[in-house]
């Protein structure tokens, strides 16, 4: 389908394969159809509320699928509370100034072992992971997130700034 | 309606200027928007050194005597610097006299500016104007009536790069996403194509689509005062989806469906307009990947449905 026109300014067709040579690095059969390399799956879930009393509080499941080798684990499951998303959170923003760190769902002061309001943090609590683990410069650049989302011997002493 | 007649000074005054074509050829137009707030004029082509000819008409309404201190037409070419009126100049102006102070007699009066030098492209962007036009201005005491009649100039000059070479690259944001891209040349004419690939090299993050956009950015100002104005001229989506390593996607994108002008550097060394490929990736998230290159448009004689030979004939006409 080459042209055969004289005139210079119609654009001759150029097959692909005649840029820059033949392609050296051909598509594997693995890289075409097996997993790819971009495979994280966080899920926040199993809501569940220990102690008694003023001691009462909420803490939730973290699972996490990945083989993305900023995490050292393929597969990891942790519990958090609230708080310790709140005190991770404030670290994000510390750590990097060129990220823009997503909200963490609002402070609640009623009722906040209701199973509805349980929902709605567990919610906000996952979607703000998906963001944030799936941030490129907070998968590299952060000390923090992989330990506070796989390290089931997670201290935040060891982080504190 | 006038000012001058808003205050029932004087009548409303008609002037027309009309520019009659050279004998030689028939002179091309281009239908163009100079100015926003005014519906498409169409432009016609004048060539450098190119004699600009033509008539002015003067009438008065009703019939009425129109006295003035002084009728003058004008050949000028101009740069507007619209956010710094400083850095304005009118870089031609070619002057003559078609009447003498008194009462406008004659209905029609003739003009030529010979040998005119046209060295410079017209442009009409967002911070920055060039124009070539025929100003008419009738000196009056209350206040000059002023007429304008734009022209088009384009230039045809090749680009100055001699050894065409094309654009290969990798890029990426380490351990998460690498890329190498290629287009098949760093400098385009502005009925061309853009030929070209990415490669996937290392993909650990989720991609949605990636679309290959065309930039313009004006440049106005002495550094470190520079002022830039950009726009995306075009935006145009490359892939839909997920890729993974080793992945090869196409670019074929044709240039003649845009608004484009050749890269212009140091106009009257007052501003500059390039041209980028802003090669944009986004992920599932929506944060953005982007590079971005220069690259360098030109204009064929062919673009503008003209011969080859222009290029000759503007070195004749001297």
């Known amino acids: 389908m080459s042209s055969t026109s004289e005139t210079s300014s119609q654009p001759r067709f150029q097959a692909f394969e005649t840029m820059a040579g033949p392609i050296t690095r051909e598509q594997t059969v693995e890289e075409r159809y097996g997993i790819p390399e971009n495979f994280l799956e966080i899920e926040v879930k199993n809501p569940q509320t220990h102690g008694f009393g003023r001691k009462m509080y909420t803490d939730y499941e973290i699972v996490c699928k990945t083989n993305i080798p900023a995490f050292k684990l393929k597969q990891s499951s942790v519990r958090r509370r609230y708080s310790d998303f709140e005190w991770f959170r404030d670290v994000l923003e510390h ?47 952060s000390k923090v997130l992989a330990a506070f989302i796989q390290d089931p011997n997670f201290s935040r002493d060891t982080y504190n700034y | 309606m006038s000012v001058a007649s808003l205050f029932g000074f004087s009548a409303p005054v008609d002037i027309k200027i009309q520019l009659t074509d050279t004998e030689q050829v028939q002179r091309k137009t281009f239908n163009l928007i100079v100015d926003k707030s005014q519906p ?40 507007v610097i619209f956010n710094d009126s400083s850095q304005s100049k009118e870089f031609l102006c070619l002057s003559q006299e078609l009447a003498s102070p008194g009462e406008v007699l004659k209905p029609n009066m003739e003009f030529e500016f010979r040998n005119v030098e046209k060295q410079y492209e017209c442009y009409y962007g967002i911070n920055v104007q060039l124009r070539y036009f025929v100003r008419v201005i ?60 990415i490669f996937f090299l290392l993909v650990r993050i989720k991609i949605k689509y990636m679309e290959l956009c065309i930039v313009r950015r004006e440049t106005t100002g002495f550094a470190p005062n520079t002022y830039n104005e950009s726009e995306t001229v075009s935006k145009f989506e490359i892939m839909d989806g997920a890729p993974v390593r080793g992945e090869i996607i196409p670019i074929r994108l044709f240039l003649g ?45 062919e673009d503008d449905g003209l011969p080859k030979e222009i290029q000759e004939r503007e070195r004749d006409a001297d």
């Open chain 1, 95 to 141: 750590e990097s100034t060129r990220v823009n760190i997503p909200p963490l769902p609002g402070k609640v002061f009623t009722n906040r072992f209701a199973d509805e309001v349980i929902e709605q943090r567990r919610e906000g609590l996952e979607r703000f992971l998906q963001i944030v683990a799936g941030h490129p410069l907070l998968q590299t650049g």
């Open chain 2, 257 to 301: 469906g845009y608004d484009l002008t050749p890269t212009f550097r140091d106009v009257n060394k007052r501003f500059s307009v390039r041209y980028y490929l802003n090669l944009v990736l986004y992920d599932e998230e929506n944060r953005r990947y982007y590079k971005q290159q220069e690259i360098f448009l030109y204009r064929l004689p």
């Open chain 2, 40 to 79: 498409v004029q169409k432009l016609p082509l004048y060539f450098d050194r190119e004699p600009v000819r033509g008539k002015v008409s003067i009438k008065a309404s009703q019939g009425k005597r129109l006295e003035h201190n002084g009728i003058r037409v004008e050949c000028v070419g101009s740069i």
């Open chain 2, 138 to 197: 009738v000196a009056r005491r209350m206040g000059n009536l002023v007429k304008e009649s734009d022209i088009l100039v384009r230039s045809y000059d090749p680009p100055k790069e001699v050894i065409p070479h094309s654009i290969k690259m990798e890029v990426g944001i380490e351990d998460c996403l690498h890329i190498e891209f290629e287009y098949n040349k760093s400098t385009y004419h502005l009925k061309d194509v853009i030929v070209g690939k």
